[in-house]
């Protein structure tokens, strides 16, 4: 009977749900069934969401209340927890997304390939004429104030007076009548030098910060794992942005 109903059926005329006439093109795509079926049914759905919640604020008690109320406010219609004050923000969005997807594996292994370029770039550049370098004094001892005023700073080097406030190759008036000078000496070239050398600089320091947060990232995450452990601890401090929790566990004699 089955297979005869479906012989009838292979032979029906199939029905077509007629498309928008030429004249009602500019309202659009016609609606069918189907389409006033699932915005009928997302309508009913919003329309009885919002009585349950009507429902639910006329139930409610309004002497009702929770100490949570005191420390939590509404914004944007979303409950957001008030900030005590004096207290730091414990993990930022970078240290939290490389913590909840990375192992301590990793973390190590990137924070040993950052040490390793950071050290290769170390002895690249020297850190002679880096701008957070810490100046060094050079002091000239003389006898007399007269001797003070009659100072001159490049002789005493015995050196060009426009090498006087170089911190590196600084080289002898004699070294420089007998020497013939190498590398580059034409002021374009040496601005384009200057400019590589103080973009490595910046490099530098990028990679110094990456190491450092890598550091801190992996101290956290086996501060994390150490919290597992049953022994009764103590925190001493808290945890903030640049130093992972510190906790003192009680001592216990292993077996």
Sequence with gaps: M??????????QKNHKERSQPVFRK????????KDYKLRADDHHKKENTLAALRKKALDKNPDEFYFK??????????HVANKAKGTEEENTEEQRKV?????????????????????RLKSELHLLDADNKQKNRHSFYLDS??????????????????????????????????????????????KKLAR???????????????????????????????????NKKVKVSKETVNVSAVYKFEAKRKR
């Design 2 to 11: 089955s297979s005869f109903r479906k012989a009838l059926k292979s032979q």
């Design 26 to 33: 500019h309202l659009g795509h016609l609606e069918k069934k």
């Design 69 to 78: 109320m005191v420390s939590s406010q509404l914004k944007d219609g979303v």
């Design 99 to 119: 913590m909840r997807t990375q192992d301590i594996r990793y973390v190590e292994m990137k924070r040993v390939a950052e040490g390793k370029k950071i050290e």
């Design 145 to 190: 104030k007269q001797e003070v005023a009659d100072f001159d700073l490049a002789s005493h080097l015995d050196t060009a007076p426009e090498l006087v406030d170089r911190v590196y190759n600084r080289p002898t008036l004699h070294t420089l009548e007998t020497q013939t000078i190498q590398g580059a000496v034409e002021p374009l070239v040496i």
């Design 196 to 230: 590589q050398r103080k973009h490595q600089y910046k490099i530098l320091s990028q990679r110094i910060d990456r190491e450092k947060k890598m550091f801190v990232i992996g101290q956290k995450i086996q501060t994390r794992k150490d919290l597992h452990d049953k």
